[in-house]
């Protein structure tokens, strides 16, 4: 299965028909739909909607469509109803106006502060009262939605398979890193041991056999502890196990960001505490690379579904 970003971005237009106005007027113009969609990163699915009003009714039925198909980020889908000038100019029939005129004249008389029609509400009002796009936008809207809708998750899952490669790189880049780090243990504990051995070699010059043989395995003792506080097997066999995890994840694909998370999480405490079992400036400087690489995965895992 594929991996998916939770970044995306697709848009999508049709011309809708608007239909007739009341009054059997000729038909109007198309206007034209036009549909955005573009999600960012999300623990869980958060689904906004900036739509006209001509459109409300129908945010329950986009919701359920995209609700189906995505599973998290945060997604707005912005819609637009661009009319055309020729369809707002529509000449409405004169018998309507004499008739809203009449009716404005009988309102006025009972209430004489009621505000006069603007030219926009007489429109309006001669077109029933309703848009003649309703039926129009009822038919275009929801396939006009689907096809933006596979456009924007071809794109998630295009920004998804760039996601993989760079993470495959980092996981490329760490083990190389922790092949070079597997000799320095072994040479710093045996650095480590000649130097013990030097010291007290030194501090008992001139004593006698016993003493001496007492001092010389008690910088061997010293030495052996050393090993065991800085040995660093554990922490590398730990940090490649989870690199093949990850490996494992990303060819399974899938919904796999929350897993991705926990095992990133997992790789910074092992580079960690290898940093802190550093007994060499080669060691550190490696650790250091290895918490970059790691931190670059983090940002990277945070985009993927």
Do not use: C
């Not at 045996?190 to 501090?203: M, P, S, V």
């Not at 040995?231 to 960001?257: F, N, P, Q, W, Y």
């Amino acid at each position: 299965m594929p991996v998916f970003s939770m970044t995306g971005y697709a848009n999508g237009q049709q011309p809708v028909p608007q239909g007739t106005v009341a009054g059997g007027a000729r038909p109007q113009a198309q206007a034209r739909l036009a549909l955005e969609l573009r999600s960012v990163n999300g623990r869980f699915l958060d689904l906004g909607f900036r739509l006209p009003d001509e459109l409300r009714q129908h945010e329950p039925a986009l919701r359920e469509l995209l609700g189906k198909r995505l599973k998290r980020g945060k997604v707005e889908l912005r819609a637009h109803l661009e009319h055309q000038e020729a369809a707002a100019l529509v000449e409405p029939p004169a018998a309507l106006l004499r008739r809203l005129a009449g009716l404005q004249d009988q309102v006025r008389m009972w209430l004489p502060d009621a505000v006069p029609l603007s030219v926009a509400e007489a429109l309006r009002l001669s077109s029933g009262g309703a848009s003649p796009l309703t039926a129009g936008v009822a038919e275009a809207l929801l396939p006009l939605a689907r096809q933006v809708l596979d456009d924007f998750i071809a794109a998630r899952e295009r920004e998804g398979a760039r996601l993989v490669k760079l993470l495959k790189a980092r996981i490329t880049d760490l083990r190389e890193l922790a092949r070079q780090a597997e000799p320095l243990v072994p040479l710093a504990v045996e650095a480590q041991k000649q130097r013990f051995l030097a010291r007290f070699n030194e501090a008992l010059a001139g004593a006698d056999a016993s003493t001496a043989a007492s001092g010389q395995e008690r910088a061997l003792a010293e030495a052996t502890a050393f090993a065991i506080r800085i040995d660093v097997a554990e922490e590398l066999g730990r940090l490649h196990t989870h690199l093949d995890e990850i490996d494992a994840v990303l060819d399974k694909g899938g919904e796999v960001g929350k897993r991705l998370d926990f095992l990133i999480q997992e790789l910074h405490r092992e580079a960690n505490t290898l940093g802190s079992k550093s007994s060499t400036l080669e060691l550190t400087r490696i650790s250091v690379d290895m918490r970059v690489l790691i931190e670059q995965m983090r940002e990277q895992v945070q985009n993927i579904e």
